[in-house]
């Protein structure tokens, strides 16, 4: 296996670990999205269908994401009441690669599929309601369906993966984007969702 693909499989070993508890996947996902303390997060829970998070719950999960390596601690910051809130951040995006896929039988792949598709429509959802989808006009909206062989389909393969490579946490764009602006707050977060499979027989 490739250094890349080693790589690739360490942290997808990480990342079943990190969310094999349904809570901890959330509190990824949240810190995925913005930098925050778990007393930001349980009062984002408050809107959970299940009903709140309790503060020492949420606090135990992100050292279990520190300890897995998908989320740090990036700062201490003075809150409302005085205390000192821990401010973290994700560091592995929810991302099932070739190799993780290999290991699941249609099922699994089919569960973990529409959870990916929900997320999608679930973030444009929210973006049209807030009204961002549409703010910029640098921005693009757009479905291809290209006619390939096995080679084509291999080669846009390592293109998303590139993509992929640039857009991660902490990868190259965050990363010089942090070294302009070092405060975890003062960026603009923006979404990428990515789905290239093969289309079902007949038109579409």
Same mark, same amino acid.
């Given at each position: 296996?490739?250094?890349?693909?080693?790589?690739?499989?360490?942290?997808?070993?990480?990342?079943?670990?990190?969310?094999?508890?349904?809570?901890?996947?959330?509190?990824?996902?949240?810190?995925?999205?913005?930098?925050?303390?778990?007393?930001?997060?349980?009062?984002?829970?408050?809107?959970?269908?299940?009903?709140?998070?309790?503060?020492?719950?949420?606090?135990?999960?992100?050292?279990?994401?520190?300890?897995?390596?998908?989320?740090?601690?990036?700062?201490?910051?003075?809150?409302?009441?005085?205390?000192?809130?821990?401010i973290y951040r994700?560091?592995?995006?929810?991302?099932?690669?070739?190799?993780?896929?290999?290991?699941?039988? %249609?099922? +699994? /792949?089919?569960?973990?599929?529409? #959870?990916?598709?929900?997320?999608?429509?679930?973030? =444009? *959802?929210?973006?049209?309601?807030?009204?961002?989808?549409?703010? %910029?006009? +640098? /921005?693009?909206?757009?479905?291809? #369906?290209?006619?390939?062989d096995e080679q084509?389909? =291999? *080669?846009?393969?390592?293109?998303?993966?590139?993509?992929?490579?640039?857009?991660?946490?902490?990868?190259?764009?965050?990363?010089?984007?942090?070294?302009?602006?070092?405060?975890?707050?003062?960026?603009?977060?923006?979404?990428?969702?990515?789905?290239?499979?093969?289309?079902?027989?007949?038109?579409?």
């Amino acid at each position: 296996m490739s250094s890349s693909g080693e790589e690739r499989a360490a942290v997808a070993t990480k990342l079943h670990k990190a969310l094999r508890d349904p809570t901890r996947a959330w509190v990824l996902a949240q810190i995925n999205d913005a930098p925050a303390a778990a007393v930001d997060l349980e009062a984002r829970s408050r809107q959970l269908p299940e009903g709140e998070i309790p503060r020492q719950r949420i606090s135990y999960h992100l050292n279990m994401l520190v300890k897995y390596e998908c989320a740090e601690l990036v700062d201490i910051v003075q809150g409302s009441r005085g205390a000192m809130k821990k401010i973290y951040r994700g560091t592995t995006p929810v991302l099932v690669m070739p190799p993780e896929w290999a290991k699941m039988d %249609r099922s +699994d /792949r089919n569960g973990w599929s529409i #959870k990916i598709l929900n997320e999608g429509f679930l973030r =444009a *959802e929210r973006a049209l309601e807030a009204g961002t989808f549409d703010k %910029r006009l +640098d /921005r693009i909206a757009a479905n291809y #369906k290209p006619r390939l062989d096995e080679q084509g389909w =291999a *080669e846009a393969w390592e293109l998303l993966a590139e993509i992929h490579r640039q857009f991660a946490p902490g990868g190259p764009l965050e990363a010089a984007s942090l070294a302009r602006s070092p405060d975890h707050m003062d960026r603009t977060p923006f979404t990428l969702s990515m789905y290239f499979y093969e289309s079902p027989p007949g038109r579409t």
